[in-house]
């Protein structure tokens, strides 16, 4: 699929789609993450990005040079940029039940304050960086392919990341737990797929 294709499709994501993100290239990761959260917005749902491989600080850096209004968006309560130890790791532990529990208070708040729904974003590298890749996969799987939790999520994974760990397998049983894959390429090329 061209870029333009895979950019209207976040553009469009729908409440429960669980989308899993491939990348190689940050710049290819903030297109794609960013113009779904950007068209989020735009249509007056609430936002939430976990931030893990990069800071807060860069994440919020980045959506700045994208065009994105961060100060006043967060100040609006729109947008929420999360660092991962903050979100997955509260209490020092990773505990699947309490990050959905998370995701769910999120949403309930998002949908008090008048918002039209929630779009978040999962950087996924302090799994790896941690060794918890199986309880990421397990936490995967928890999610399910379609989201209990009426919003939108894309998953986001460094394909250099995910090839080190050697398993073949382990994009086999990432890919299972998502509804739609998108693979950015190496010269920029997106695929997506079904």
């Known amino acids: 699929m061209e870029r333009d294709e895979i950019l209207d499709f976040v553009r469009r994501m729908k409440a429960t789609d669980h989308v899993i993100m491939f990348y190689s290239k ?3 990761k903030h297109i794609v993450l960013f113009t ?12 939430a990005y976990v931030a893990s491989e990069e800071s807060t600080d860069e994440i919020r850096r980045a959506m700045e040079r994208f065009g994105m209004d961060v100060d006043g968006l967060e100040r609006s309560g729109a947008l929420r940029v999360i660092d991962y130890r903050d979100w997955y790791l509260s209490g020092g532990r990773f505990d699947i039940s309490k990050t959905l529990g998370l995701w769910k208070r999120l949403y309930d708040e998002s949908m008090a304050r008048g918002f039209k729904g929630l779009r978040v974003v999962g950087d996924t590298a302090h799994f790896f960086e941690r060794r918890k890749v199986d309880k990421l996969v397990e ?38 737990s998502h509804k739609t894959v998108i693979f950015t390429g190496p010269e920029g090329g997106l695929v997506k797929c079904h």
């Open 139 to 176: 936490y995967e799987q928890a999610l399910h392919r379609a989201l209990d939790i009426p919003m939108s999520a894309i998953c986001a994974y460094d394909t250099g990341v995910v090839a080190s760990e050697g398993r073949g397998e382990l994009y086999i049983d990432l890919i299972k």
């Open 26 to 28: 940050l710049d290819d």
């Open 36 to 47: 779904y959260l950007k068209a989020g917005l735009d249509l007056g749902e609430a936002a």
